[in-house]
C-alpha cells in the first residue's frame, strides 16, 4: 500500500467518513492473506525438505555435502546460536541423522 494511499485512509477515519473503516479492514485482509501465502509457502518447503523418498541419491549426497559446509563454517566461525537454528531446519534434521547413521556403519565395521 502507498504511502498516499495510508494517508488518505487516515484522513478519512479522523474526518468521519463512512467507508474508511471498511478501506482499512479490506486492507488488513489482504495483510493476512499475504501473511498466510508466505507461511503455506514455507510450510511446503518444510514438507518438501523432509521428503526424501522420491529423491535421487545423488541429490540427497549433494544437499549433506552442502550442509555439512554450512555446518563447518559456522563452527569455525564460532556463531552458536546459528549453528544450532541450521541444525534444526528440516534439512539439518536429516544431515545429522545421515551423520549419525555414517559414524554408526563405521563404529560397526571397526568393530568386527
Known amino acids: 500500500m502507498e504511502y498516499s494511499q495510508l ?7 479522523t ?5 474508511a473503516y471498511q478501506s482499512l479492514m479490506k486492507h488488513e485482509q489482504d495483510a493476512l492473506r499475504v501473511a498466510e501465502r508466505i ?3 514455507d510450510r511446503r518447503r518444510a514438507v ?10 545423488s541429490t540427497v549426497f549433494q544437499e549433506y555435502v552442502k550442509f555439512l559446509r ?7 566461525e564460532g556463531d552458536q ?7 534444526a531446519t528440516p ?3 536429516i544431515g545429522g541423522g545421515i551423520t549419525v547413521l555414517i559414524i554408526l556403519l563405521l563404529v560397526a565395521l571397526l568393530r568386527t
Open 7 to 13: 494517508k488518505q485512509s487516515v484522513q478519512d477515519v
Open 15 to 19: 474526518n468521519g467518513v463512512d467507508d
Open 39 to 41: 507461511s503455506e509457502d
Open 48 to 57: 518438501h525438505a523432509s521428503s526424501l523418498w522420491n529423491t535421487p541419491l
Open 70 to 76: 554450512q555446518v563447518y563454517e559456522l563452527y569455525v
Open 81 to 87: 546460536k546459528a549453528l544450532v537454528e541450521r541444525v
Open 91 to 93: 534439512d539439518g534434521l
